[in-house]
């Protein structure tokens, strides 16, 4: 117990790290999600295609492979950036699916009338999207958002591996520095992780009976 | 909604205005890997040879050995994380709360925890109190760990989903819960969960690759192991093979696990839908 009081410090950086990790993940990620839903239900069919190419291509990668690509093939091309910022981009770029096929799935479960409504009334495609569509279908698909920042919160785990001194990260060093006191180290970050994923389990079931839509 | 009732059927002048548009989205594309493609040949990565080397057998034979070492593993923890989750099933349908109580904490406690803290928990944890564990081991008991927590609730859904008349009738002709959830319940609910099982898996497999974090010899830790050896201008051609391999065999089990979902729901009606931050994990 005293190794974790002791370090109570560095577990706080480590969490900071952690907490700043996936929230700029998050917002990318969904920002990049929703666009990539609304080329996905698009008129274009190039963009379409280019949008279900990008979400096969990623859901059947490992988030590892994508660290990969973003820690060792970026520098190739001459993109020199902070660990930080490579782990954000592979979160980023690897969540943005799956916020995808949730957003999608909340287009889909709009009622006909409301899309044929806002084009009988004469509005565009991005028109009735963005004013009819997406406000009432990021509504219904609270609680698999929600769930895909959980699993994005804890993904963030894997940036340890790559430079990024996170929670896991500090838990591992500490834990090699304290091989006495491996199983308070390891339960402190248990709870640190546990204390972001079902508070937001929690906020979750709130958020969601406070925007439902009545049908 | 089906997605055709957001724009009308595009006219000459729409159709004009899209192909125009893609082909110059495309160009635009080109030239952004155009500029890639130069600054990697400046450097020389992209010269024949440096693709050539995935043709040599002895880099294929290790690429081979990785991808058998990531299925195995991958095998091993699915076979034990439905074991594992069957029981946790079983303990949380259960109308014993000593039962019920900590198979749902289990649940709670494994779905709440990042994958990667558990496997070095087992790595780093274990040898610490006494417990030397091989590689293998820690990534196969992470992945059971969490993967449990996650199957078990994809039974207790499939089990939940099936209509109340089927435990009613099975009470009607004398059998008792647990004869009831083995003979009537379960064989109906594996049908209804077997696309939700296989993404499941295909999760699983791509969380092997995690087995790299602590040195085992996987896909991955092999083709990095493999870079290191021939040098960093090989990790282009190298890296692109292993993502192909992820998704040549996710990509199939993912599609088959979508065919037998349109199947079993033709004939069914339903059945359990894996959720999208499961398969994020």
Request: one cysteine or more.
């Amino acid at each position: 117990m005293d190794a974790v009081l002791d370090n109570l410090d560095t577990f706080r950086q480590g969490f900071v790290t952690t907490l700043a990790l996936t929230v700029v993940s998050t917002v990318l990620a969904l920002a990049l999600g929703t666009l990539l839903a609304a080329m996905r239900v698009s008129p274009v069919p190039t963009l379409r295609a280019a949008g279900t190419t990008y979400v096969e291509v990623v859901r059947n990668t490992p988030l590892t492979v994508v660290f990969f690509f973003a820690v060792f093939v970026l520098p190739q091309l001459d993109i020199l950036l902070s660990f930080f910022t490579f782990a954000v981009i592979a979160v980023s770029v690897y969540h943005a699916a799956f916020f995808c096929e949730a957003v999608r799935s909340g287009i889909n479960s709009v009622g006909v009338g409301q899309a044929e409504a806002a084009r009988s009334i004469g509005l565009t495609f991005t028109q009735s999207l963005r004013l009819v569509v997406l406000p009432q279908a990021f509504r219904t698909v609270v609680p698999p958002l929600i769930n895909v920042v959980i699993a994005l919160t804890k993904n963030t785990s894997i940036a340890a591996a790559f430079g990024v001194v996170e929670l896991t990260a500090i838990t591992t060093r500490l834990a090699n520095g304290n091989s006495d006191a491996v199983l308070a180290i390891f339960g402190g970050s248990a709870v640190c992780y546990l204390a972001l994923t079902l508070t937001s389990g929690f906020l979750a079931g709130r958020l969601e009976r406070r925007v439902a839509v009545a049908r | 909604m089906s997605e055709a009732v957001l724009y009308d059927a595009t006219g000459p002048r729409g159709r004009r205005r899209i192909l125009i548009g893609s082909v110059a989205g495309v160009v635009l594309v080109v030239l952004v890997l155009g500029v890639a493609v130069a600054r990697l040949a400046a450097k020389g990565v992209l010269e024949g040879e440096r693709w050539q080397i995935l043709t040599r057998g002895d880099l294929l034979e290790l690429l081979g050995r990785g991808l058998v070492a990531t299925l195995r593993a991958a095998a091993l923890a699915m076979v034990l994380a439905m074991a594992v989750g069957g029981l946790l099933a079983v303990a949380r349908l259960s109308r014993r709360r000593w039962l019920a109580v900590p198979a749902g904490a289990w649940v709670e406690l494994f779905r709440g925890l990042p994958l990667l803290l558990v496997i070095l928990f087992l790595f780093l944890g274990l040898p610490a109190a006494g417990v030397t564990i091989s590689t293998f081991w820690a990534l196969v008991g992470g992945l059971t760990l969490y993967n449990s927590a996650v199957i078990g609730e994809i039974f207790r859904a499939g089990v939940l989903s099936l209509p109340k008349g089927q435990t009613e009738a099975a009470y009607a002709v004398g059998l008792r819960r647990g004869q009831t959830l083995r003979l009537i319940l379960l064989p109906q609910a594996v049908r209804l969960m077997l696309p939700a099982l296989i993404s499941q898996g295909v999760t699983l497999l791509k969380d092997t690759s995690l087995g790299f974090v602590i040195a085992y010899a996987e896909l991955l830790r092999t083709g990095r192991n493999a870079v290191e050896f021939l040098g960093g201008p090989y990790s282009i051609p190298v890296y692109t093979a292993i993502a192909a391999l992820y998704i040549a065999v996710n990509a199939s089990l993912s599609f088959l696990a979508r065919w037998l979902d349109r199947r079993t729901r033709r004939r069914y009606g339903r059945t359990v839908q894996p959720s999208a931050a499961d398969e994020a994990a």
